[in-house]
């Protein structure tokens, strides 16, 4: 498995990050899901598609949380973390990232032929499916992985694929079950021993 620097890049934001307790990144759907997904624990906030009037909102709301969008918004200017989920070329994604000083997710082949000063993540796809999640725990063996263990799936599933990308070393899980998520990847790092549990019962003989 490979080892990572303890904190993460995210355009102008430095989140701390261990091996094995990636970090989670809630999928909002509207206004009303930024508070809950920030009160279940999301450490950056996905707001696909948005309206510049959204981001500049929930990015006044909650200051210390990274933002990620969708560029097809037309709002790349106002995020921390860029991809597209329609596939810019590294031209593109190069250009965006260099203008707007935030990190982007794109392919390996595309941050292969990358030439810009920003943090890359790699995705291997956007849809959460059995071959989607063993590439993404191949490709964490070299590069930083965000991966999406949950976007409409069932909570088992989310929870498996979670559990997943924390043994693996992915850097970033992008789900719609924060709860479920953020729960998984903290359990998975304390049983490692990357963190400290929030709780501690010993057994009585």
């Not at 063993?134 to 909570?155: Q, Y």
Request: glycine share 10%; aromatic share 4%.
């Amino acid at each position: 498995m490979a080892r990572f620097e303890p904190v993460v890049a995210i355009g102008n934001k430095t989140l701390t990050w261990v091996e094995q307790c990636p970090l989670v990144m809630g999928v909002v759907a509207g206004p009303g899901g930024v508070a809950p997904a920030v009160r279940d624990g999301a450490d950056i906030l996905d707001l696909g598609r948005a309206s510049g009037a959204f981001v500049r909102e929930v990015r006044h709301t909650n200051p210390g949380v990274p933002l990620a969008v969708d560029v097809a918004g037309g709002t790349p200017d106002l995020a921390d973390l860029l991809y597209d989920t329609d596939g810019s070329t590294e031209r593109d994604l190069a250009a965006l990232a260099a203008e707007s000083g935030a990190a982007v997710v794109c392919s390996a082949g595309t941050a292969e032929r990358m030439r810009a000063p920003a943090q890359v993540f790699i995705s291997p796809g956007w849809r959460q499916d059995v071959g989607t999640l063993r590439r993404g725990r191949e490709l964490a063996e070299d590069w930083p992985v965000l991966l999406t263990v949950s976007h409409g799936d069932s909570g088992p599933d989310a929870i498996a694929a979670a559990a997943l990308a924390a043994t693996a070393g992915v850097r970033i899980v992008r789900t719609d079950r924060v709860t479920e998520t953020r729960r998984t990847v903290d359990m998975i790092a304390s049983i490692a021993g990357t963190r400290q549990p929030a709780r501690v019962r010993r057994a009585l003989a």
